[in-house]
């Protein structure tokens, strides 16, 4: 046959809605996602005959390549992954999981109307802050809250409310960027309050801060760094210090603290990171950090500090451009309230789980993953990978506690009969994903951030990659 016979045997869309196949999808698919796939597929055989690509035609080609179509644009875009990464708040995968209990009150109060902004004491319009102000105020020691969309929100929201047009005052070695697009001076000159940088990349002394201080000062702004720790020969100022100069020259002190800790985690070891509870004390009159960081929680920017400040923050009009839904609002209720119980905390967020479980419980889940897929895998092909369990340190990630390393377990996997990336690659297709990491040239599967109802997906994904 020549291209032009070729053409004139192409299926018509009408010949394949009428096919078999075409009235199986029509009960499958709505019709306007069937149409279009079945022109599209026809489209791309007249357009490779054209070419000379295609040497003979086959009907079926045509057909899979719709349903591939239709397939791929019906099934969710969003979808759940298996985080064997051991990175704990991986803003890439979401950040913070949420307990199921967490989630059951998001449902009850979204599938019908809720008391979101209204007042049922008073019978009239109420607020929406009002739902966690008792919680924020109540954990945090702070005169009163706010929350926003998130803390990029909440540092912005402030900023130009307190500051616009006015001077803030930051270290050097604050100016920092956190997870690609949050840049403390682009979300300053957007705000439209003015940058005033004081000190070095490395030292900031109390002076620094005193010296710059004039009639247009409007704010200090402290900026947990994050993401990243100066070693060596540094120095900045304290928080108490900053309060202090603050009072004395009567302007107001805000600390944008990222992650939002609201359990002392020395005892685990982390030395580093303030609980907000500790900030709060200082008297410092803002502070702004994340619902879905280290506190476990639905994505969200949560503002605590002194009430008078906190007022002129609830009345810029930027509150309404960065409000909170009721979804989240559902979520956070629910969250913070686990933590008026530290342990009941600890033990019910899976963030904080993670982070905080025991090495021996990460030691045995690597074990038990291990020994599945080496069963697996031996069954099914032969011994075709080297698979053992190896201690390793994961990361929190998220922004929080760069230096600290956390000792884990994970399982390494060194395949023979396919390369590693290829491995990797067909993890991530699998369904669900899994999402693994790559070190001296071995894949590793993180026992700690694989929930234990993962398992069974995750060693049957592993093993069907591996043959
Ligand atoms: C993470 C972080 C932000 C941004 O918070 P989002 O919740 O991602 O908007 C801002 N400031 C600091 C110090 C952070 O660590």
Known sequence: MDGQQFLSSLPSVDEILKSMKGMEWLRAYPRRLVLPAIRKAIEAS????????????????????????MRGFYSFSLQPVIN????????????????????????????????????????????RHAHVRRLLTGITGAEDGLIVNNNAAAV?????????????????????????????????SSSGAILREVGTTNK??????????????????????????????????EIEDLVSIGEKHDIPVMFDLGSGCLVDLKPYGVLTEPTVQEIVKTMCDIVTFSGDKLLGGPQGGIIVGRSKVIDIIAKNPMMRAVRIDKLT??????????????EQAKKEIPTLRMLLQDLEVIRKRAETIASRLNAGTINAAGA?????????????????????????????????????????????????????????????????TVQDNEIDALVKNVVSAMV
Do not use: W
């Open 46 to 69: 007249r357009r490779a005959i054209l070419q000379g690509d295609i040497k003979e035609l086959f009907i079926d080609d045509i057909l899979a390549a719709a349903e591939t179509e």
């Open 84 to 127: 064997a990464t051991g990175i704990v708040i991986h803003t890439n995968l979401g950040r913070s999981p949420l307990p199921y209990d967490v989630l059951e009150n998001v449902i009850k109060n979204a599938q019908g109307y809720s008391n979101l902004e209204y007042n049922l004491d008073k019978g009239k319009r109420g607020k």
């Open 156 to 188: 912005f929201v402030c900023l130009a409310a307190l500051a616009k047009g006015k001077e803030v005052i930051v270290s050097r070695g604050e100016l920092v960027e956190i997870g690609g697009s949050f840049r403390v001076p682009d979300v300053m």
């Open 204 to 237: 900031t002394h109390p002076q620094d801060y005193l010296d710059a201080i004039n009639d247009n000062t409007g704010l200090i702004l402290k900026v947990h760094q994050s993401n990243y720790r100066m070693m060596g020969f540094t120095e900045s100022v």
């Open 329 to 342: 609002l559902a979520a956070l209720e629910a969250t913070l309230m686990k933590y008026l119980d530290d």
């Open 384 to 448: 075709t990978a080297g698979i053992e369990v190896r201690e390793d340190s994961s990361r929190s990630g998220g922004g929080a506690l760069p230096e600290v390393e956390f000792r884990t377990f994970a399982v390494a996997i060194k395949p023979v009969n396919i390369s590693i990336n290829q491995l990797e690659t067909r993890l991530r297709h699998s369904c669900p994903p899994i999402i693994a990491r790559i070190k001296d040239d071995t894949l590793f599967l993180d026992a700690r």
